[in-house]
């Protein structure tokens, strides 16, 4: 089954860093773009950026430039997104989404919640 | 002015067809784009239903019943999903997106009712 698997809720304080994950399996995890999609409480969903786990070639929306950072290690097919110090404006839902011409397949979402 | 404008609510009846439209902002054409859309329910992550260009260049999401369909209304330089035979399992959210500037853009979303 080809399936994308996040890791878990968190709970942080801001100004913490943090790396949350999605692993695909299933599938050559080397051969398709991934993606992260936020999606606020109540809100609409918002692409922030891509990466080809092949190569490593990364894509940031402006919107998110600078403000995290998409990586990978093809050798645990595994995406990550990271931040290094977090606002409570990210308190979100988190979604990793694999890229074979539309967002095929969609990780369950990993919600983090920012809050002091 | 946004790139993608969806209607924020739609509501029909059971059995009724929906079309639920994604309009791109003027100056971009919908007829060079590939426009993909997107159903999500509550507390679940979103489900590809289709891409759709034109007639002779679109694909159904694996799975996506027939109902479901894509088109285009160029004089209104619009997207379209046509949701036929409605049921109440398509009661969800609907995001149309289109790859525009090197960015993949979502619209702000339609949330369907069925009543």
């Known amino acids: 089954e080809v399936q994308l698997v996040q890791s878990g809720a968190e709970v942080k304080k801001p100004g913490d860093s943090l790396k949350i994950s999605c692993k695909g399996s299933?599938?050559?995890?080397?051969?398709?773009?991934i993606a992260w999609v936020r999606q606020m409480p109540g809100r609409g969903l918002e692409w922030m950026g891509i990466i080809y786990p092949g190569d490593s070639d990364t894509r940031y929306s402006p919107s998110f430039q600078g403000q995290v950072t998409i990586s990978a290690d093809k050798s645990i097919s595994t995406a990550y997104l990271q931040w290094s110090s977090l606002k409570a404006s990210d308190t979100a839902m988190y979604y990793c989404a694999r890229r074979d011409d539309g967002f095929d397949i969609w990780g369950q979402g990993t919600m983090v919640t920012v809050s002091s | 002015q946004a790139v993608l404008t969806q209607p924020a609510s739609l509501s029909a009846s059971p059995g009724a067809s929906v079309s639920l439209t994604c309009t791109l902002r003027s100056g971009i054409n919908v007829g060079t784009y590939r426009i993909y859309w997107y159903q999500q329910k509550p507390g679940s992550p979103p489900q590809y239903l289709l891409r759709?260009?034109?007639?002779?260049?679109?694909?159904?999401g694996s799975g996506v019943p027939s109902r479901f369909s894509g088109s285009k209304d160029a004089s209104a330089n619009a997207g379209i999903l046509l949701i036929s035979g409605l049921q109440s399992e398509d009661e969800a959210d609907y995001y149309c997106v289109i790859w525009h500037s090197s960015v993949w853009v979502f619209g702000g979303g339609t949330k369907l009712t069925v009543l």
């Open positions: 299933g599938y050559s995890f080397t051969s398709y773009w």
């Open positions: 759709y260009k034109s007639d002779s260049e679109k694909q159904q």
